[in-house]
T-cell receptor, first 111, second 113 residues
Framework: GEDVEQSLFLSVREGDSSVINCTYT??????LYWYKQEPGAGLQLLTY?????DMKQDQRLTVLLNKKDKHLSLRIADTQTGDSAIYFC???????????FGSGTQLTVLP | EAQVTQNPRYLITVTGKKLTVTCSQN?????MSWYRQDPGLGLRQIYY???????DKGDVPEGYKVSRKEKRNFPLILESPSPNQTSLYFC????????????FGEGSWLTVV
C-alpha cells in the first residue's frame, strides 16, 4: 500500500526556521497537504500543493515538492511558540478523496 | 458556516457495548470518510463513502460498520467495541470536484475499558 513517512520529532529555537520533511510512495497522488494539530484539537489544514507544482509560498509557510524523489517539505520561517504542534503530511489519490497520512512530526519551539 | 459535526466528542464505554459516533456535514458534500488517529501511526482511514448508499472499506475497517442513508450523515458503528478501538476518531467530508477542500470534524475521543 501507499506509505507516507515523517520523522517523529523536531525541536527549534524561537525565531529560527523549521523544516519538516515527508516522503511518499504513491506517484499517482493528486494533492499533497500539510495539516497542523494542536494539543487536544482537531486537524487544521495549513496548506496544500497540487502534484504538478514545485513550490508554494503562503506567508511564513513554504512548501517544496520534489516529484522525482517523492519528497515534500514544509518550511516555517521565524518559528514562534504558537507553532508548537504536530504536523501531518498527507497525500490524496483516487476519486474518493482518500488521504494517506504520515505519522506526524511533533514540533517543539524552544524559547 | 461550513461544518462537520461529530458526536459524542468524548466517550468512555465498556467492552462489548454497542455504540455509534455520528457525523453530519452541512455542505452537501458527496464524499465522507472516517479516520482513527493513534500515536506514531498518524491517521488511518476506516471507511469512506462516495455518495448515498455507496460505502467502501479503508485501511483499517475491522470492527467497524458505517451507513450512508442520507447525504449529510455518515455514522460510525462499533457493534462490539474492544480496548484496541480506544482512539481519536475523525470524520471528514469533501465535494466531488474539489480535491483540495477536505473538511474535518473536531474529533471524538473514545476509550473502551
Amino acid at each position: 500500500g501507499e506509505d507516507v513517512e515523517q520523522s517523529l520529532f523536531l525541536s527549534v529555537r524561537e525565531g529560527d526556521s523549521s523544516v519538516i520533511n515527508c516522503t511518499y510512495t504513491d506517484s499517482s497522488s493528486t494533492y499533497l497537504y500539510w495539516y497542523k494539530q494542536e494539543p487536544g484539537a482537531g486537524l487544521q489544514l495549513l496548506t496544500y500543493i497540487f502534484s504538478n507544482m514545485d513550490m508554494k509560498q503562503d506567508q511564513r509557510l513554504t512548501v517544496l515538492l520534489n516529484k522525482k524523489d517523492k519528497h515534500l517539505s514544509l518550511r516555517i520561517a521565524d518559528t514562534q511558540t504558537g507553532d508548537s504542534a504536530i504536523y501531518f503530511c498527507a497525500e490524496s489519490f483516487g476519486s474518493a478523496r482518500q488521504l494517506t497520512f504520515g505519522s506526524g512530526t511533533q514540533l517543539t519551539v524552544l524559547p | 458556516e461550513a461544518q462537520v459535526t461529530q458526536n459524542p466528542r468524548y466517550l468512555i464505554t465498556v467492552t462489548g457495548k454497542k455504540l455509534t459516533v455520528t457525523c453530519s456535514q452541512n455542505m452537501n458534500h458527496e464524499y465522507m470518510s472516517w479516520y482513527r488517529q493513534d500515536p506514531g501511526l498518524g491517521l488511518r482511514q476506516i471507511y469512506y463513502s462516495m455518495n448515498v448508499e455507496v460505502t467502501d472499506k479503508g485501511d483499517v475497517p475491522e470492527g467497524y460498520k458505517v451507513s450512508r442513508k442520507e447525504k449529510r450523515n455518515f455514522p460510525l458503528i462499533l457493534e462490539s467495541p474492544s480496548p484496541n478501538q480506544t482512539s481519536l476518531y475523525f470524520c471528514a467530508s469533501s465535494p466531488r470536484y474539489s480535491g483540495n477542500t477536505i473538511y474535518f470534524g473536531e474529533g471524538s475521543w473514545l476509550t473502551v475499558v
